[in-house]
């Protein structure tokens, strides 16, 4: 998108990114899954690709800028929880119906778009700026923030289920409980991040967003939690681990498995940042409670991290002094907080309709005609434009059916792919509907293409 970036490979025109930015707007959770829904879910996913291209080649970040300049921030955080509400008041409904859906894609595409919104505001929140651009949406995106990683810590679900692709799926609704768990994870280990730069930017923002941050929700306990007792991280009967970074879970030694990973360093950097800032010092209400949860973080300081983030010795030294005081018994300040407003909002909409809702959202999504699931498939396959896509994959593709390294792709759709033929035939009854939907669609795209450039 930037001049003078031409080894960077672009998803957007300039104009095409402004186009999309300023025709954003919000929805009720009634219209999750309506045309002009689906419509604003096609141009945030390509939004976010460009923004994740943009970051990652360290270029000119167009997208950010337009998002900041057309006060858009706020905009999809208000989307971001209008899904999360319909994630945990419609979906369980549905999912309580009779179950007659012949394929999991249009609902699988739907439950996905919280994955985009998460990765996109994870991606824009790194900068102060739109920290401050989001304004009071904040207080309802840490409280979504707070009741994903309150479910990690609680651990009362069991990882093992998806961290291997199992074959024995047998019909739609199994598949896609599976697949909401998988997404329902990544999204909740996004939050980290996304914590860690709000609580960064916490003395540029709002008193009351610090506040949430550190007392009302007590993100240092959580991440404390997080570290202390890791959903990440899964023993195998062999002795070895698995430990879950960059969306896939690796095998580790003993030995090796205590090098951090990219979201643990985001956990301890997150705890320096509350804990040795002057500014969360100042703010940050230490009770019995909070103070028997971060010392547990004693236990976790050994050579490799130290050697990772040598900044943790003073954070190791902070909690060994920290160790030997009683807790204060201070009184917190005097704060009007505020409510967050789309939660509010959104949930006086619907008015504890959920039943209705699921009912429509059942036939609308889950039964799609076939007319309604090709022109998805349209907008599925103009967004994920395979030659581009395939410039942008930084990491090896994994196979459909048993999640080891692939290195042949379906020759049909060219988006699965496979390590052998035996996989693939393994996978075809769940890919089968899907694939031809897609295949038929991408010929359509270039056709139409060709038409277009002739």
């Not at 690709?49 to 999809?76: C, F, G, M, R, Y």
């Not at 570290?227 to 195998?236: A, M, S, V």
């Not at 130290?306 to 900044?311: D, F, H, I, K, R």
């Not at 943790?312 to 030294?317: A, G, K, Y």
Request: aromatic letters at 8%.
């Amino acid at each position: 998108m930037a001049e003078g970036t031409e080894a960077v490979q672009s998803v957007l025109y300039y104009t095409e990114a402004e186009a999309f930015v300023e025709t954003l707007r919000t929805f009720q959770i009634k219209d999750i899954g309506s045309d002009k829904w689906e419509t604003q879910r096609e141009h945030v996913e390509k939004l976010n690709i460009q923004a994740v291209v943009d970051a990652t080649n360290n270029v000119e970040e167009s997208i950010k800028e337009l998002l900041i300049t057309h006060e858009k921030i706020p905009i999809l955080i208000h989307e971001l929880i209008a899904l999360d509400l319909w994630k945990r008041n419609v979906l369980p409904k549905i999912f309580e119906m009779k179950f007659n859906a012949e394929t999991s894609f249009p609902a699988y595409v739907v439950m996905f778009y919280e994955a985009i919104l998460i990765g996109l505001l994870e991606v824009l929140l790194f900068h102060s700026e739109c920290c401050e651009a989001a304004g009071d949406a904040l207080h309802d995106l840490l409280q979504y923030c707070q009741h994903k990683l309150v479910w990690l810590v609680a651990g009362e679900e069991d990882w093992h289920d998806i961290s291997v692709e199992s074959t024995s799926v047998t019909d739609a609704k199994e598949e896609l409980l599976k697949r909401h768990k998988k997404i329902s994870f990544d999204v909740s280990l996004k939050c980290v991040a996304i914590v860690r730069y709000i609580g960064e930017h916490s003395k540029d923002v709002s008193l009351g967003i610090t506040t949430r941050v550190l007392n009302t929700y007590d993100f240092p306990a959580i991440f404390a939690g997080l570290i202390d007792n890791p959903p990440w991280l899964l023993r195998q009967d062999d002795g070895q681990w698995l430990k879950y970074d960059n969306n896939k879970w690796n095998k580790h030694s003993h030995d090796d498995v205590k090098n951090l990973s990219k979201l643990e360093g985001q956990l301890w950097i997150g705890m320096l940042q509350f804990l040795m800032s002057e500014h969360c010092q100042r703010n940050y209400q230490l009770n019995s409670s909070n103070q028997a949860s971060i010392l547990k973080l004693r236990a976790h300081f050994h050579p490799q991290i130290l050697n990772q983030l040598p900044a943790l010795v003073d954070l190791q030294r902070y909690l060994e002094e920290l160790s030997l005081l009683s807790t204060p018994a201070s009184r917190p300040p005097l704060i009007l907080e505020q409510v967050p407003e789309f939660y509010t909002a959104l949930e006086n909409k619907c008015n504890g309709k959920w039943k209705e809702l699921a009912v429509k959202h059942y036939k609308e999504i889950f039964c799609m005609s076939k007319e309604r699931m090709k022109k998805q498939a349209d907008k599925f396959a103009a967004t994920y434009d395979m030659d581009v896509m395939s410039d942008l994959l930084s990491e090896p593709p994994k196979c459909e059916s048993c999640g080891e390294g692939a290195a042949k792709r379906c020759s049909s759709c060219q988006t699965s792919w496979y390590c052998g033929r035996e996989c693939q035939v393994k996978h075809w009854p769940k890919h089968k509907e899907p694939c031809k939907l897609i295949a038929k669609t991408m010929k359509d795209v270039k056709a139409a293409k060709s038409q277009g450039g002739s």
